[in-house]
């Protein structure tokens, strides 16, 4: 929990929606790629009367079943030819996964948040390097999209808390919705798109609302 915390912190103050980029000399797919949507990596929270953000098991795979039910109905508006991952339990995979999640988390505190490298110099410049092949060669694809997705919603105790504290001028935080994707050129591993989306809006246990976060989050994808 602590963790999750400070990644929210570290994200920097709430915007006004998606922040997106693209890699220095890429514009678009190229024609006839290929694209493999990795699984999305979703989980929900409730915000107790105290602030305490608890996980949602439940909430969590509601969210999952939308958020795969509008990834696959947008595959043939992505622009490329599009497959769905389906190596679990995949060891080398897994590794290229978890260098995934450092080099993301990186972008998203040093890139959109708040402790840019002035090395960068305001450029989207990461990558995963020779270690994104085993990827690669296990689908085949020229890239990988993936997408993580964090929503936290205020419990009834909250929103009670929050009207009370309002009353006597003492405002108090409810949810906040952080998500991001990025297509990953697996065979060089740079991070070539990015966007990013905070907001206090937005609610996955819906489907309608699922959509529309998926949506944003996509607005600029480089088909």
């Not at 622009?79 to 290229?96: C, K, L, M, P, R």
């Not at 740079?190 to 989050?217: I, K």
Request: charged letters at 20%.
């Amino acid at each position: 929990m602590l963790r999750v915390a400070l990644f929210f912190v570290l994200c920097g103050p709430l915007g006004a929606g998606a922040q997106t980029n693209l890699a220095h000399g890429f514009s678009k797919l190229p024609a006839g790629a290929s694209v493999v949507l990795m699984p999305a990596d979703i989980e929900l929270f409730e915000i107790s009367a105290g602030g305490v953000t608890e996980p949602r098991a439940d909430w969590t795979e509601i969210a999952e079943r939308h958020l795969k039910a509008g990834l696959t109905t947008r595959k043939a508006r992505l622009g490329a030819q599009v497959t769905e991952f389906s190596g679990e339990g995949d060891a080398a995979v897994a590794a290229v996964l978890r260098l995934y999640r450092a080099v993301s988390e990186a972008v998203v505190v040093h890139h959109f948040g708040s402790l840019k490298l002035p090395t960068k110099e305001g450029r989207l410049d990461w990558s995963l390097g020779a270690d994104a092949a085993p990827l690669r060669e296990r689908t085949g694809a020229d890239y990988a999209l993936f997408t993580w997705i964090r929503d936290a919603y205020a419990s009834e105790a909250r929103k009670a808390a929050m009207l009370v504290g309002a009353l006597f001028g003492l405002p108090l935080a409810g949810g906040v919705q952080l998500a991001y994707a990025s297509l990953v050129d697996l065979r060089s591993g740079e991070v070539v798109w990015f966007n990013r989306l905070r907001r206090m809006s937005g609610d996955l246990r819906e489907s309608e609302a699922a959509q529309e976060t998926l949506d944003a989050l996509l607005a600029g994808f480089p088909e």
